[in-house]
């Protein structure tokens, strides 16, 4: 799984900490409290998982505020550079619609209550 899984000592119980072996290009678990030493199982030793939501996921937010052929509104004030031009994004969920607003400046977007 993308899961790293933490080893203790088997002589202290002290946390092993992953640490190369240079001469031998070979990682292992060692313990900084007793010194024990154990070749690692696994070179997984640091996972980064970045969840997004939903609406991050559907629409490419990058394009679209330079994106032509979406509608704009020159009269919503963008609450990160007051700007007044914006780009208006709808997202249909199953019985919800949301419409998005893309400042066309700095790409800050939002959604009126």
């Known amino acids: 799984g993308p899961f790293c899984h933490m080893e203790f000592c088997n002589e202290c119980n002290h946390l092993l900490e992953p640490e190369e072996k240079a001469s031998e290009r070979i990682l292992q678990l060692v313990c900084k409290n007793c010194r024990f030493v154990k070749p690692a199982e696994n070179y997984r030793v640091f996972v980064h998982e970045i969840k997004m939501q939903e609406e991050e996921k559907e629409v490419p937010w990058a394009d679209v505020a330079t994106?032509?052929?979406?509608?704009?509104?020159?009269?919503?004030?963008?609450?990160?550079?007051?700007?007044?031009?914006?780009?208006?994004?709808?997202?249909?969920?199953?019985?919800?619609?949301?419409?998005?607003?893309?400042?066309?400046?700095?790409?800050?977007?939002?959604?009126?209550?």
């Open 67 to 113: 994106d032509p052929t979406l509608a704009r509104t020159y009269d919503r004030d963008c609450e990160n550079c007051g700007q007044g031009e914006a780009v208006l994004v709808q997202i249909r969920r199953r019985d919800k619609v949301t419409l998005w607003f893309v400042c066309a400046s700095c790409h800050h977007r939002w959604v009126e209550a």
